[in-house]
């Protein structure tokens, strides 16, 4: 029986009637959980299982113990999710939830607990600056550092000490390091009481900073036309990853002020790029946004300038490139079984780059680190557990990455010993305040395929023939089912010469004229009737009849003397009588 290690209406249903599952984490904290100075901050985690789990915690890879820390973190009840009451710098860490009962232990991803904060401008005093109108010009923000990462804007400061925000256009705008710039100045963005402030702030924090006040003193006269010029292009070349939005920047001088067009250029020809569904640009068009960015979207993109008062345009390249983070393909699931099979958990994804590592956890440790190293079969994206007993149940993680990130999942195997008196229809219900959906399942219980063990390695003289026995049986409702296949040496065995013969009575292996350095070997018998197998190993041994003797020596010890005979007057002669063979 396999279920969904995140479905716990299905899972519980029916190990609620045996009482016993190993844990699976059902709620995954975040991978990252910011907190902000004496604000109650939460890492979620909780997990199913029968008995129910007990939780423990570890911060940057060493044992957490929650009621040893202070007063102001606890956990919810029957749950192992961990509350921060009132946070402070040195909880910042890595932490990971535990979930462990008799039967195994589940773990969490890792979630980074990371303080928030903004750094404030200092020394911000009024600048001045004089310009001719026509010219472009750019006002830096200079922004502090911030985490998360801060908004910023612009606005008018007056010296009364009020604000006044201004929308961006054409001719005004923010570029990505929240620069302002003017692609041209006119003498009306001149103004005596009020300077140009960029304004950051931390939506997390709630708080906000304030820059370098900027005076802006266009000198009084008609602006001078300029042909376009760059200012800023952002990325040249730029990495996105697969569903991000793509933000490409193009900015100009100029004036008139610059017209601006897309293209991206296909094997086939250079296409103009009109606003869609896919693409999206800003009010001047200085900025192209690609949304749901998708492996399609890579290529070369351009962006050309123009202004009405010159025939030269410019232009700029930027090359785009897609990669992604894991997702997975197929997802470990949790799997009910019995004593005496083998299982199969697959884990994989695709990513690109290439998924770089697979990692293999049998209950909250690495699968090098298991005691029983020989219950497993390891085959990258597959997990194999062999010949499982009631003590195998266990909780199972696998870890998939590349250099963008990573993802995790978890199931459960539990072993029970299945009897015949189990088949039958279950029925499983679940219900909340709005309602109750019910569903069933039927359960076939079939008796083992079994092997009856026949002896020893066989040895059997060159040139004659050998019977290897394999006497199979299945459940008899699975009788029409049951195959038998031989191996030597793991691999099929070649039958068509007619010297070698499966005997379809009793599925036993007759080998004629046995020859010597070909028949030798180990043989395997696999017996299968679709739902299970067996398989029993005997080893052949082919041995060589003796060659026969051609050359024969006597040596003959006589001394006459001890027979009283007078060696001096006595003739002796030997004969062979019969060859030896």
């Not at 202070?70 to 509350?83: A, H, K, Q, Y």
Request: include cysteine; glycine fraction near 6%; proline fraction near 6%.
């Amino acid at each position: 029986m396999v279920t969904d290690g995140l479905d716990s209406v299905n899972a519980s249903a029916f190990l609620s009637v045996k009482g016993t599952q190993p844990p699976v984490i059902l709620i995954n904290p975040p991978t990252q959980v910011l907190f902000k100075e004496f604000q109650t901050a939460v890492l979620p985690c909780k997990a199913s299982g029968e008995p129910q789990p007990t939780y423990t915690w570890k911060k940057d890879k060493r044992d957490f113990n929650v009621a040893g820390s202070d007063d102001f973190i606890s956990t919810v009840p029957n749950e192992g999710t961990l509350v921060f009451k009132r946070p402070r710098k040195k909880d910042a860490g890595m932490y990971q939830c535990f979930a462990n009962n008799s039967y195994g232990v589940a773990m969490s991803g890792i979630v980074e607990l990371r303080l928030a904060f903004l750094m404030p401008y200092t020394n911000q005093e009024p600048e001045t600056i004089t310009v001719l109108p026509g010219a472009s010009l750019v006002l830096p923000c200079n922004k502090p550092i911030s985490y998360p990462e801060a908004n910023v804007t612009w606005v008018l400061k007056h010296k009364d000490g009020s604000f006044k925000a201004f929308d961006f256009t054409e001719r005004i705008l923010m570029d990505h390091q929240a620069n302002l710039i003017f692609t041209n100045v006119l003498e009306e963005d001149s103004y005596r009481d009020a300077a140009y402030v960029c304004v950051v702030t931390n939506k997390f924090n709630r708080e906000t900073t304030r820059g370098k006040p900027f005076y802006l003193k266009a000198i009084p006269m008609p602006p001078e036309n300029h042909q376009p010029h760059l200012i800023n292009v952002a990325p040249n070349k730029g990495l996105f990853l697969k569903g991000d939005t793509v933000k490409l920047q193009c900015i100009f001088g100029g004036h008139p002020t610059p017209e601006i067009r897309w293209f991206r250029n296909t094997k086939e020809r250079r296409i103009q790029i009109e606003q869609n569904t896919k693409y999206r640009f800003s009010s001047s068009k200085h900025q192209l946004n690609i949304l749901d960015a998708g492996f399609e979207d890579e290529g070369i993109y351009e962006c050309h300038a123009r202004v009405t008062s010159f025939s030269q345009a410019m232009q700029r390249v930027m090359t785009v490139k897609i990669e992604s983070k894991p997702e997975w393909t197929t997802k470990p699931r949790s799997i009910v079984t019995s004593v005496g099979s083998s299982v199969t958990f697959i884990c994989n994804g695709t990513s690109k780059p290439p998924i770089s590592k697979h990692m293999w956890y049998i209950n909250g440790k690495r699968i090098n680190e298991y005691p029983n190293k020989n219950k497993f079969i390891v085959q990258e994206t597959n997990l194999t557990v062999i010949n499982l007993t009631y003590q195998d149940s266990m909780t199972i993680q696998c870890n998939i990455s590349n250099i963008h990130g990573y993802i995790f999942a978890n199931a459960f195997l539990y072993v029970f010993e299945f009897g015949l008196t189990d088949t039958g229809v279950y029925h499983c219900y679940a219900s909340n305040k709005y309602g109750m959906v019910s569903a069933m399942r039927t359960l076939i219980v079939r008796r083992k395929t079994k092997i009856e063990p026949s002896a020893f390695d066989r040895r059997v003289k060159e040139g004659r023939a050998v019977m290897l026995p394999c006497a199979a049986t299945t459940d008899p409702m699975e009788v029409d089912n049951l195959q038998v296949i031989w191996l030597k040496e793991g691999k099929s065995i070649d039958m068509d010469e007619g010297r070698i013969i499966q005997n379809t009575q009793d599925n036993s292996l007759t080998i004629n004229s046995v020859i010597i350095g070909k028949d030798g070997g180990r043989y395997t018998c696999v017996a299968t009737n679709g739902l299970d197998w067996a398989k029993m190993s005997t080893f052949l041994y082919v041995m060589a009849t003796p060659a026969a003797i051609t050359t024969i020596v006597a040596i003959v010890m006589y001394y006459p003397q001890l027979q009283g005979i007078d060696e001096t007057t006595t003739k002796v002669f030997f004969t062979l009588d019969e060859a030896i063979t």
